[in-house]
C-alpha cells in the first residue's frame, strides 16, 4: 500500500512559536551551565556580576557576601547579597524570571553584564535540576519596606511565576539578596568558584567580598578606596553599524529630517559631516527618514563608510588602571615586581576598547612551570576556553625568551610569574553567549601584544639587573668557599704564604667575575 501523504494542514498544526526559555532550557550548554561542576561557578558568577555592576551604578563601595551551603554530594545553595541600589517591586519578578530582559544591552557603554541571560539562566537551571524557586529579598530604600519573591519561570511563556509575595523586615537600608537551590559540585582548581573570587577582586579591587565555603570563610578586602571611573554612555559611531542597523534605527527614529537624525543619533557628526553625507548620497538633508527607500538606504549607508569622522568618544570605558591594578595584584601575590600598564584607548569598528597587562614575578617560584594567565573582559574573569581565546594567542605570539621568560614553540612562556591580562569595552566580541573567550579579530590581538611587550620590557631589564647579579653574587660565593683549599695546594707548590695567596685570589675574584658574566650574557645573545 502507498504510504499516506502528510497533508500541509497536519503539519502545519505542529508548528509552534518556540520561547527563547524553552530554548535556553534545551540548550542551556549554550551559556555555560553544561556540567553541575560549570553550573555552580556559573550561577556564582552570574550573581556577583551582577551585584557589583549594580553598586558601581549607585556609586558606592561594595560590599558583596557570597555563601556556599552543602546539601549533599551534588546539591548546594548559592546566596548572593550585596549592598546596591535595590530592585524595584514591580520589576523583580521580571529582573529574575524573565530571560533576554535588562537594561544593559542597548546601552553603549562599558559594563559587566549586557544580554540579560546571566541570572534568569542560572534560575532556569536551578528549576530544571532541583525544581525549587527562586529567593529574593530587595530593598531600595530605608523608607521603604523590603520585598520578598519566590520565583520561577514559564517557559513556554517566557514570563516570570510569583509563588508568593510578601513584604519582610530586613535589616539592611538598600541591597538586594538572593538565594538559589541548584544541582552542582565545588572542586578547587583553577576553574573552580574559589579561583572565580579571587580574580573578581583583582578585577574590582574596590570591592570587599566574603565568600563563605563548605570549608570555611575567606575575606578579599578592597584594595582601594577609590571607586572606578563611571562610564558615559555614547551614541552608535557610524563606522560601527550595519546596513540592517540603519534601516531599522530610521524606522524608529523621532527626528524629522535626514539631518537631525544623523547629528542626533550618532556621536562625532556635526551638521557639517550630515550635510556631506547628504550630498554624496544624493540626498537631501530635508528628507523625512521613514519615507527613504532601501535603494536611497544603501547610498546613505556606503557614503556614512566613506566620509572621513573623527573616533568616538573613550569615556565609555572604565579601566582598572596600571596602579590600581599594581595594589590589587600586591594585595593577592606575594610578588618580587610587578609592572602593569593601560594602554590608550583604541576604536575597532566604530567600538572603542582599552587593554590593560600586569606581570607578577618570583624567582622564588618554580622556574620550570608554565606562566598562570588570567584573561579578564569588562573586569570579569574568563576562566574557560583558554585555547580559544585571543587573549591566549596574543601571548603565545609573543616572543617571551626575549624578556627572560623560557618558551617552547607557540606556547605559554614558563617561569615564575603571572600574566594578567583586561579588555574594558563597550562591545567584547565573545565566541558565544557563555561569554568565556574573545574572538580572534587582528586588532585586538595586535593591541594585546603591544600591551605585553611594553611590559615584557621592564621585566627583561629587572631579570638582568637584579637576578642575573644576584646569580653573579652566588656563584663569587661558590669560588669563595674553595679558595682556602686552592691557596693550601698553591702553597705547597710554590712555598707562597697561604694567607697572601687566599688575599690575592680573592682580589683576581672580584675583579674578573663581572667579566666572565658580562661574557656569558655576549654568548647567550
Not at 686552592?486 to 697561604?498: D, H, I, R, V, Y
Request: charge should be positive; aromatic fraction near 8%.
Amino acid at each position: 500500500m502507498p504510504k499516506e501523504v502528510v497533508k500541509a494542514e497536519e503539519l502545519a498544526r505542529k508548528q509552534r512559536e518556540i520561547s527563547v526559555s524553552e530554548f535556553f532550557a534545551k540548550n542551556r550548554h549554550l551559556l555555560g551551565f553544561d556540567n553541575p561542576t560549570r553550573a555552580l561557578l556559573m550561577t556564582v558568577k552570574e550573581f556577583v556580576d551582577n551585584s557589583i555592576d549594580a553598586c558601581n551604578e549607585m556609586r558606592v563601595p561594595g560590599d558583596i557576601k557570597v555563601e556556599l551551603k552543602q546539601l549533599s554530594e551534588n546539591r548546594f545553595i548559592v546566596i548572593v547579597e550585596d549592598n546596591g541600589p535595590g530592585i524595584v517591586k514591580d520589576q523583580i519578578p521580571k529582573v529574575f524570571g524573565k530571560l533576554l530582559y535588562g537594561s544593559k544591552f542597548f546601552s553603549m557603554k562599558q559594563s559587566m553584564g549586557q544580554q540579560g541571560l546571566g541570572a534568569s539562566v542560572a534560575v532556569l537551571y536551578s528549576q530544571l535540576t532541583t525544581g525549587k524557586p527562586i529567593k529574593v529579598i530587595s530593598r531600595i530604600s530605608p523608607k521603604k519596606p523590603a520585598h520578598y519573591y519566590e520565583l520561577q519561570i514559564n517557559t513556554q511563556k517566557n514570563e516570570p511565576e510569583i509563588l508568593k509575595e510578601k513584604d519582610v523586615d530586613w535589616k539592611v537600608d538598600h541591597g538586594t539578596k538572593v538565594e538559589i537551590e541548584l544541582e552542582g559540585r565545588y572542586q578547587k582548581g583553577k576553574q573552580s568558584v574559589d579561583e572565580y573570587v579571587k580574580q573578581i577582586s583583582i578585577a574590582n579591587p574596590h570591592i570587599s567580598i566574603t565568600y563563605k565555603t563548605p570549608e570555611g570563610t575567606l575575606k578579599y578586602q578592597r584594595a582601594v578606596n577609590e571607586l572606578p571611573v563611571e562610564p558615559k554612555e555614547i551614541k552608535p559611531h557610524p563606522y560601527g553599524i550595519e546596513l540592517g542597523n540603519l534601516i531599522s534605527m530610521l524606522s524608529h527614529t523621532k527626528a524629522r529630517t535626514l539631518q537631525s537624525f544623523l547629528t542626533t543619533e550618532f556621536s562625532r557628526i556635526g551638521s557639517g559631516t550630515a550635510k556631506e553625507m547628504c550630498s554624496k548620497s544624493s540626498l537631501n538633508p530635508n528628507d523625512k527618514p521613514s519615507k527613504l527607500t532601501n535603494e536611497q538606504i544603501e547610498k546613505l549607508f556606503k557614503a556614512m563608510q566613506d566620509t572621513k569622522i573623527i573616533a568616538p568618544p573613550t569615556d565609555c570605558l572604565s579601566p582598572i588602571k596600571a596602579e590600581v591594578l599594581e595594589k590589587a595584584l600586591k594585595k593577592e601575590y606575594e610578588a618580587e615586581f610587578i609592572i602593569t600598564t593601560t594602554r590608550s584607548p583604541v576604536v575597532y569598528r566604530g567600538f572603542p576598547f582599552q587593554i590593560e597587562v600586569g606581570i607578577v614575578y618570583n624567582s622564588k617560584w618554580p622556574q620550570d612551570e608554565q606562566t598562570r594567565l588570567i584573561r579578564l573582559a569588562n573586569r570579569v574573569p574568563l576562566l574557560y576556553q583558554q585555547g580559544a581565546c585571543a587573549i591566549t594567542e596574543a601571548v603565545t605570539d609573543t616572543n617571551w625568551k626575549s624578556y627572560g621568560l623560557q618558551q617552547s614553540g607557540n606556547n605559554l612562556p614558563a617561569g615564575p610569574a603571572i600574566i594578567v591580562v583586561h579588555m574594558a569595552s563597550v562591545w567584547v566580541p565573545f565566541t558565544s553567549e557563555a561569554k568565556e573567550a574573545v574572538a580572534h579579530y587582528e586588532d585586538i590581538i595586535k593591541e594585546i601584544k603591544l600591551a605585553l611587550q611594553e611590559c615584557g620590557r621592564k621585566l627583561s631589564i629587572y631579570i638582568h639587573k637584579n637576578i642575573r647579579a644576584r646569580e653573579q653574587k652566588e656563584r663569587a660565593s661558590l669560588f669563595d668557599a674553595y679558595i682556602p683549599e686552592l691557596a693550601t695546594a698553591l702553597n705547597k707548590l710554590s712555598g707562597e704564604p697561604k694567607t697572601k695567596i687566599e688575599q690575592g685570589l680573592r682580589k683576581r675574584l672580584k675583579k674578573d667575575l663581572p667579566l666572565l658574566m658580562v661574557g656569558e650574557e655576549n654568548v647567550k645573545k
